[in-house]
């Protein structure tokens, strides 16, 4: 059996670092964007603003909708966060 390379165990430098945080504040920042865009459009169909659904139809529709986005505004981004957190040394 070989031995594990010992520099992959290396902390990649600062700006590798910084870069992928930059990249997962953008991602969290784009989940949450998105969820609060769900919301809406779940509203709009509880609303009956479309044809394609009417009535109480619309009205469940529209409420399942909006949860999902609203989970998908408040849930995900902790998920990912905590998924994403740097282990204490």
Do not use: H
């Not at 709009?44 to 609203?70: P, R, W, Y």
């Amino acid at each position: 059996m070989t031995d594990p390379d010992p520099a992959s165990d290396a902390v990649p430098d600062p700006a590798a670092r910084e870069a992928a945080a930059k990249q997962r504040f953008i991602a969290l920042n784009i989940f949450r964007l998105s969820g609060v865009a769900i919301v809406m459009f779940g509203f709009l169909v509880m609303a009956q603003k479309f044809g394609f659904v009417e009535g109480q139809k619309a009205k469940i529709m529209g409420a399942i909708i909006a949860s999902v986005g609203m989970f998908q505004t408040i849930i995900v981004p902790r998920i990912l966060g905590r998924a994403w957190r740097t282990p204490p040394e």
